[in-house]
């Protein structure tokens, strides 16, 4: 079994920017593809982003243009980059496995000035 470890989560201020990692304990080549997903208090979990083996991304609508997910490989770790971020991004963000089912323990992300 493969472990997940996001990082990066914080508080900032609506406009900002915030970078979220998650390593992976084994190759990342093997546990494609891989997603980032979010909930906040009394919602369901949604998918945000995911990339594939071949650096094909989908995105939910509500980040279009504003998140970013890509990997390295070489670190097995996959990246959420976070712009132009609104209140309405709060939530705790997990990385995920979809194939495999694995995920991460979650990383808090706060919106509020």
């Known amino acids: 079994q493969v472990q997940l470890v996001e990082s990066g989560g914080g508080l900032v201020q609506p406009g900002g920017s915030l970078g979220l990692s998650c390593a992976a304990s084994?190759?990342?080549?093997?546990?494609?593809?891989m997603a980032w997903y979010r909930q906040a208090p009394g919602k369901q979990r949604e998918m945000v982003a995911a990339?594939?083996?071949?650096?094909?991304?989908n995105y939910a609508d509500s980040v279009k243009g504003r998140f970013t997910i890509s990997t390295d490989n070489a670190k097995n770790t996959v990246y959420l980059q976070m712009n132009s971020l609104k209140p309405e991004d709060t939530a705790v963000y997990y990385c995920?496995?979809?194939?495999?089912?694995?995920w991460g323990q979650g990383t808090q992300v706060t919106v509020s000035s």
């Open positions: 084994g190759a990342l080549s093997s546990i494609y593809p």
């Open positions: 990339i594939g083996s071949f650096g094909n991304t």
């Open positions: 995920h496995a979809v194939r495999h089912g694995y």
